[in-house]
């Protein structure tokens, strides 16, 4: 597609449950960004993907996050064990990599955790 | 700690004023700039960047930007606002690694 594409658009899950969040950066991008939008915590960034470098996971805030990235292209964000305060907007960013390239987002998978 | 400050939580303006929102940064260098725009329920969309040269800006939908090294700023700037320029802005800074590092944002309100 022209732009990132992520999936699902919405997702309520129950406490304790795992969920995953899918990506899809813009074709030919090699970097690639989830960050994390909530309120009175605004844009936090959570981990970066550069090619085959390894990935800068420095803004994962616990280990019941992860996130992968096949082939170089889709990226999964997987929550393990949900919390309430897991609930927020993932947004998912690619760019051709490099300092100062423009870093496109995606609209945001919304979840809310019950 | 480096850091992207938005003065500004929230602006009202009436449609066909002028438009001010303030960015500023603290870093040793300089930064790259960015201005994103957030439209309710909408992914974060570019309005303009600055890297090096002229410190005036152009963005897209009449919008520009001016970077002032002295003050460490890179205030936003619109003359003429138009309702559907009610959104969220966020200025943004890229240091290493091509990461942003975001403002707070600033939630603009624009009165008929």
């Known amino acids: 597609g022209a732009g990132v594409s992520q999936s699902p658009s919405n997702k309520v899950t129950e406490k304790g449950k795992d969920v995953e969040l899918r990506c899809d950066p813009i074709?030919?991008?090699?970097?690639l960004y989830w960050y994390r939008q909530s309120l009175g915590q605004g844009l936090e960034f959570l981990i970066y993907?550069?090619?085959?470098?390894?990935?800068?996971k420095s803004g994962l805030p616990s280990d019941r996050f992860s996130a992968e990235r096949t082939g170089g292209s889709v990226s999964t964000l997987t929550i393990q064990r949900t919390q309430q305060e897991d609930s927020a907007v993932y947004l998912c960013?690619?760019?051709?990599?490099?300092?100062?390239?423009?870093?496109?987002f995606g609209e945001g998978s919304w979840l809310t955790v019950v | 700690a480096q850091s992207v400050t938005q003065p500004d939580i929230h602006i009202t303006v009436s449609e066909g004023a002028s438009l001010e929102l303030r960015c500023n940064y603290s870093?040793?260098?300089?930064?790259?700039l960015f201005w994103y725009v957030q439209s309710p329920g909408q992914g974060l969309q570019l309005l303009l960047k600055?890297?090096?040269?002229?410190?005036l800006v152009q963005g897209i939908k009449g919008f520009e930007a001016e970077f002032k090294r002295s003050q460490s700023s890179f205030n936003l700037r619109k003359p003429s606002v138009h309702w559907s320029d009610a959104a969220e802005y966020f200025c943004?800074?890229?240091?290493?690694?091509?990461?942003?590092?975001f403002g707070g944002g600033t939630r603009v309100l624009v009165k008929p």
């Open positions: 960013a690619s760019s051709l990599g490099g300092s100062g390239n423009t870093i496109y």
């Open positions: 074709s030919g991008h090699t970097a």
């Open positions: 993907f550069q090619g085959n470098s390894a990935p800068d």
């Open positions: 870093y040793g260098a300089t930064p790259y």
């Open positions: 600055y890297f090096s040269g002229d410190t």
């Open positions: 943004a800074v890229v240091v290493a690694g091509n990461k942003l590092t």
